[in-house]
């Protein structure tokens, strides 16, 4: 499986923009898929995981302004942004996570991803 980000940009404050995560590969339900961002100088920092049964978890940072969604049939991972601030500035990154065994929880996320993409550029002023 690859992952390649897209939508990634720049936006004013209060703006939006959406980032889409195409896998070439088969996605398997027991599957766990988020998103994570990394800003210059900084820890990466998990924000957002969902599973085969469409539920989410969000970091309290993007909680209520980021929507993780994904398409099956179209083996798109989706992370719409809404409200975006100049502290959400930052290179972002699907992830999947294939040891989980479809147990998603974003507080382990990060220690247990097994692929990521390329990484998408969102610019907030």
């Known amino acids: 499986v690859q992952l390649v980000e897209s939508g990634g940009g720049s936006a004013q404050t209060g703006g939006s923009l959406r980032l889409s995560c195409e896998a070439s590969?088969?996605?398997?339900?027991?599957?766990?898929l988020g998103w994570f961002r990394q800003i210059s100088g900084q820890e990466r920092e998990g924000i957002a995981i969902?599973?085969?049964?469409?539920?989410?978890n969000y970091a309290d940072s993007v909680k209520g302004r980021f929507t993780i969604s994904q398409d099956n049939a179209k083996n798109t991972l989706h992370l719409q942004m809404n409200s975006l601030k100049p502290e959400d500035t930052a290179l972002y990154y699907c992830?999947?996570?294939?040891?989980?065994?479809?147990?998603?929880?974003?507080?382990?996320?990060?220690?247990?991803?097994?692929?990521w993409g390329q990484g998408t550029q969102v610019t907030v002023s």
């Open positions: 992830a999947v996570d294939k040891r989980s065994g479809g147990n998603c929880y974003l507080s382990r996320f990060l220690a247990r991803i097994t692929l």
């Open positions: 590969g088969a996605i398997y339900s027991s599957y766990c």
């Open positions: 969902t599973d085969s049964g469409g539920r989410t």
